[in-house]
Every structure is written in structure tokens, then in C-alpha cells.
């Protein structure tokens, strides 16, 4: 699945779109989380794409998807790489 975006169109591998519904949350991602998340790679902090409703590592290039349940899936398999 391709998701567009004004960045750009992003990939969302077949796996993660078993895990749930991709693009606009039906329940946002509580931002608050991002103070307590960390890259799963690099364990660096990690930054909310609204647009494209991704968290980014700037660390390691990856974006993890955010359902639309507003939960990260954060597997390496299933990120995205920028």
C-alpha cells in the first residue's frame, strides 16, 4: 500500500497492513508517549510525522507507521526506510 503524502508517497509493507489500518487515525497518537518511546533500533529519540502519521528516527533513517488506532508498530521488518 502506498500511502500519499505532500513529502512524498510512503510504502507501507504487506506485514504491517495485516497489523492494522494505515493513514489518517481514527484515534490520534498521544504525543505525550514521545517523551517515553525510543527508536527501537537506536534506542535514540524519536520524532512524530504528522503528515505522513510516522514516527521518525533521524538516528537510523527509519519511520515506524502509526495505525489507526494511533499505536506505532514498531518492528524493524515493517519500518520504513526514509
Known amino acids: 500500500m502506498v500511502l500519499p ?3 512524498g508517497p510512503v ?4 506485514e504491517a497492513q495485516a497489523i492494522g489500518s ?8 498521544d504525543e505525550e508517549l514521545l517523551e517515553i518511546l525510543a ?5 535514540e529519540p524519536l520524532k ?15 519511520a515506524f507507521p502509526i495505525n489507526k488506532a494511533g499505536m506505532p508498530i514498531f518492528l ?4 520504513i526506510k526514509l
Open 76 to 79: 524493524k521488518k515493517w519500518a
Open 48 to 62: 512524530l510525522d504528522r503528515e505522513r502519521n510516522l514516527l521518525v528516527s533521524e538516528t537510523t533513517g527509519y
Open 22 to 29: 494505515f493513514g489518517p487515525s481514527i484515534i490520534p497518537f
Open 5 to 7: 503524502s505532500p513529502k
Open 39 to 43: 527508536c527501537p533500533i537506536s534506542g
Open 11 to 14: 510504502v507501507v509493507p504487506l
